[in-house]
């Protein structure tokens, strides 16, 4: 496999993302790849298996498991492969730092492969979609995970690669801890199948889940206008 012609995919890919001449959109990418942004969308979450489940087991199991998605995405990537692979983020790498259209300073510095944002927010959402089963929100919480991505790339701390491999690995972990979670919560609660319109078939109330997609439209109208403005002015 000719190596050079895969890295020289990820350079053309990276620096069709990377950057642009907008301050506007320097702002939302800034904005958007902070994870204290988006608690209000966390507290909304667990607001939804809360609320739509019966007792405290239930409730911890899907906690935990949620836990271990961060967990075994962030810790492999950030504690394990990351030292070992020792590849450098575009923004720091000696050989192309200085052509990487960088926003605000922010170049991070640690080792970027592979991307521990990509693998924690596709695994979270890849659990949390079998969890709920409903197509809007699956759709939302797939779409966040791959914006965040965008900002990655935009920023220039990932390259594409890094990006790639770490969805696959959240999609992995993603499936794992929610197979995990059916052979531990059989054990705990009956078999249940919700045939009604007011619930989808895992029993999550679609009223819940609509407060869930408020917030999230809210965090993302402060992130377009409180992040495209605040680096605008």
Known sequence: MDFSFLQNIDRLVLDFFNGSDSLFLD?????????????????????????NNENMSQ????????????????????YIVKPLVGRWRPTNDPVIKYTIDVVNNYRENSFGFFSAHAANTMSLAVFLCLLVRNKVFTFALVTWSLLNCWTRLYLGVHYPSDILVGLV?????????YFLFLKVYFKISPKLNYVSSHYTSTGYSHDDIDIVMFVMCLVLAYVVVWGGIRFSL
Request: aromatic content about 12%; hydrophobic content about 65%.
């Open 169 to 177: 690995w959240g999609v992995v972990v993603g499936i794992a801890m």
């Open 27 to 51: 702002g939302v990418a800034m904005t958007f790849t902070s994870g204290l942004t988006w608690a209000p969308l966390y507290v909304a979450l667990i607001y939804l298996v809360i609320k």
């Open 59 to 78: 409730i911890f199991l899907i906690i935990g498991c949620a836990l271990g998605c961060i967990f075994l995405a962030d810790g492999l990537s950030d």
